[in-house]
């Protein structure tokens, strides 16, 4: 059956959607995206083309050559989602007009006709106040004659190992589609220690012999003190000495942000992997032990990404911050395999799939 599924995937980044959906079982033709930069990663861990274009400017035939006649054909997109977060949501980047991104993506769909669509997003898609992007986005794939379904997703449920939420659509015009059901239990929730205990131990600054992905942010000494004084799970409201801590933090609204500076904890899943989830200043992303922000392969692994993936070709080409923005706004592969065993078990039986 699955060699007559076939997805395109748009918005593609370096490739964790349709890494996923391989791994799934489905054929990745090809991934579109506006970053020239995530090609190689994208091509060499999901075999599939890799095409730099701006959306606005992508027509129906650059899709719908990578179909074949008789395919179940999938079009996924999950469009940038910082016009959507709880950073951008209520201030005046509010005015970003990435948030038409949606409707371009929604263009698309009409033009090219698939059978099944896929989208990943932020929760707070739901709560969009310049207009109601998502509630549009839906009518107009009902109104294509789609059966639609969309949730909340909690991705420790689904063998993932971060506290991340996101917006699930599924959408069939060959009846109804959903989810499967969550693959893990609370207490079978995948822990920081078993997604990262293995690698090598590292200091600040260094990279790994072994893997010159698994490379650490270097901390400056004030900072070095910090992460030293830093408890798992704790704040730097309690565990540090007063001298270390920061004029901005005891401020008001300053004084909200407790978990910034903190380690993760061994034995629970990470907070959600952003695009600065390397360094410590960001939230929550100093190693459980060691002393230091999680490495790039640390923050990789902890959005399902496996200890292989490649995100560069050399050591040499490696830039730290390219990386981690990639990693942080990719959907995690294991959540993308999840969407592919969602459309697969919902195609079995069907009459008109060989």
Not at 256 to 279: A, D, H, I, L, Q
Request: hydrophobic share 30%; proline share 4%; aromatic share 10%.
């Amino acid at each position: 059956m699955n060699n007559y599924i076939s997805a395109v995937d748009l918005f593609c980044g370096i490739g964790g959607l349709s890494y996923g959906l391989k791994q799934s079982g489905i054929n990745i033709k090809a991934g579109f995206d506006f970053d020239d930069k995530c090609k190689y990663a994208y091509e060499k861990n999901c075999d599939a083309d890799f095409i730099h274009a701006d959306i606005t400017n992508i027509t129906k035939n650059n899709i719908t050559k990578y179909y074949n006649k008789n395919d179940i054909k999938i079009l996924t997109g999950c469009a940038p989602c910082q016009p959507f977060s709880t950073y951008t949501l209520n201030n005046d980047k509010q005015k970003d007009t990435r948030w038409q991104l949606l409707s371009e993506f929604s263009r698309l769909i009409k033009a090219t006709n698939p059978d099944i669509v896929a989208m990943e997003n932020v929760p707070n898609l739901l709560n969009f106040k310049k207009e109601p992007v998502f509630a549009n986005f839906v009518k107009e794939l009902e109104d294509e004659g789609f059966y639609v379904w969309y949730d909340i997703v909690f991705s420790p449920n689904y063998g993932i190992a971060q506290k991340r939420k996101r917006l699930i659509l599924l959408a069939s015009k060959k009846g109804k589609i959903k989810l499967i059901e969550p693959t893990h239990k609370p207490e079978e929730y995948i822990t920081v220690k078993d997604a990262i205990g293995h690698l090598e131990k590292i200091k600040s600054g260094e990279t790994s012999k072994k893997d010159f992905i698994h490379k650490a942010s270097k901390i400056s000494d004030k900072n070095l003190q910090r992460i030293k004084q830093s408890i798992p799970g704790g704040s730097w409201k309690r565990d540090w000495d007063k001298d270390l801590q920061l004029n901005c933090h005891k401020s008001d609204k300053g004084k909200t942000y407790v978990s910034v500076y903190g380690r993760m904890e061994w034995n629970k899943p990470s907070p959600t992997m952003t695009t600065f989830c390397t360094g410590i200043g960001n939230g929550r992303f100093g190693h459980p032990e060691q002393d230091r922000a999680i490495s790039l392969r640390e923050a990789a692994i902890l959005q399902s990404f496996p200890d292989n993936y490649k995100f560069t070709d050399k050591k040499e080409n490696l830039k730290f911050s390219q990386v981690s923005k990639q990693i942080g706004n990719a959907v995690p592969p294991r959540l993308g395999e999840v969407i592919g065993i969602s459309i697969l078990e919902h195609l079995k039986g069907l009459e008109n799939v060989k």
